[in-house]
């Protein structure tokens, strides 16, 4: 009789349960890991929500299927490993090794996963803690005793001496990597991000922390929070923000201000849209240098339309991005960088928040509340 593991379930919006699965044999070119901790995602936060349509307008568009086990920033203990199984490297994995592992299951043969490599726009895309159905296909998410890794999955072994505290966010510092393609960017005509160049954060959530770590890392000058709760606000500080302000202390004309006051009047050169909230887009733009570039991250669900003034991005030349999703190749430098950093930047404050998963509604519903950092799940 094969073992049985708990898992988080969201059976329906808004209905969270700890159901317990029975343990797959381990599969063919894949492993079983037993799970140290697991995130709370905002995509997890929209899921529960109720709010599930992401890739819309593409041709993998999906809605998150329920009953749903979610957790796709995870690390844990390999524990049945099938003979030969290596990492992404072609490391050998062995019974014992701390590892995470991308969420994003790609095929490799569709024309995106030839031609763009790197991101996961492949065309039969499924993800961990967002596709499976937990009454088809048990322990495909992170907020659980034990996980199945199938072989197509990419897996990444964890330096020794990154605690999985770190190692947890690493798909999150991943996620960060979007201003290497911002350095793609970069020119004469200062466009993209530049060494020194001045950085407009939206969001001091876990995403937007990852991105201000990022900044910090690469090079950034002046760089400034905007939020709304002021315990994310001081942690921005924390980690390295210049200027902090909040959304619901000043009326937009002292928002643009502050901005002008702290670029030297003339604007921050990158935006960075890491809120999940359409409304934050049409905020953001007056911000912006002429010339200058805007990074869409963190609306990955469909949250629905907004409108705006497009004669703004033609009057200011400006370069908006949208990034649906994070490089494949971007977990091993993560974990080396925060390795790296880890004594120069308080990367041990990211998690706040650990709970077990008999307290499942309490860490969604403390997730939800937004007075926390990184909310996570320990096994």
């Known amino acids: 009789m094969r073992p049985t593991a708990k898992a988080a379930t969201i059976v329906e919006p808004g209905k969270i349960e700890v159901r ?30 109720g709010e599930t ?3 819309g307008g593409t041709v993998n568009q999906q809605t998150s299927p329920f009953p749903l086990i979610p957790g796709h920033e995870n690390v844990g203990i390999a524990i049945e490993v099938s003979p030969g199984k290596t990492d992404f490297y072609g490391q050998p994995i062995r019974e014992g090794d701390r590892i995470t592992m991308c969420p994003d299951v790609v095929c490799g043969q569709c024309y995106n996963c030839r031609h ?4 996961s726009w492949c065309e039969n895309w499924r993800g961990y803690g967002n596709s499976f159905r937990a009454d088809q296909h048990p322990l495909m998410g992170g907020w659980a005793e034990k996980m199945v890794i199938i072989p197509e999955a990419f897996v990444y072994k964890v330096p020794d001496g990154l605690e999985p505290e770190l190692a947890v966010y690493t798909e999150l510092m991943a996620c960060a990597f979007a201003l290497d393609k911002l350095k793609d960017f970069s020119s004469l005509a200062a466009e993209g991000f530049l060494t020194g160049g001045s950085v407009l954060i939206q969001g ?4 937007g922390i990852a991105h201000l770590i990022m900044a910090r890392m690469m090079g950034a000058g002046t760089v400034i929070v905007i939020d709304k709760i002021p315990c994310r ?34 604007g921050t050169d990158v935006a ?17 240098r002429r010339g200058g ?6 609306v990955f669900v469909d949250m629905g339309e907004i409108s705006f003034n497009p004669h703004l991005i033609v009057s200011k030349s400006l370069r908006l991005i949208g990034l649906s999703n994070h490089p494949f190749t971007a977990y091993q430098p993560s974990m080396e960088m925060m390795l790296r950093y880890q004594d120069q930047l308080p990367l041990d404050r990211f998690v706040t928040h650990r709970f077990p998963l008999d307290k499942a509604q309490e860490a969604i519903d403390t997730a939800l509340a937004g007075e926390c950092l990184k909310v996570v799940f320990a096994p």
Request: aromatic letters at 10%; charged letters at 20%; proline letters at 7%.
């Open 20 to 49: 317990e699965y029975e343990v797959p044999p381990c599969p063919a070119g894949g492993l079983i890991m037993k799970t140290e901790m697991s995130g709370i995602c905002g995509t997890d936060k929209h899921t529960y929500r």
């Open 53 to 55: 349509t992401q890739y």
């Open 116 to 119: 763009i490599f790197g991101y």
């Open 204 to 207: 001091a959530g876990p995403l």
């Open 233 to 266: 606000l001081e942690a921005a500080r924390s980690f390295g923000a210049d200027h902090v302000a909040n959304i619901e202390d000043h009326s937009d004309a002292q928002l643009l201000e502050l901005v002008q006051q702290w670029t030297d009047g003339r």
């Open 272 to 288: 960075i849209e890491c809120t999940g909230e359409p409304e934050a887009v049409p905020q953001a733009l007056p911000w912006i």
């Open 293 to 298: 570039m805007y990074l869409l991250e963190g």
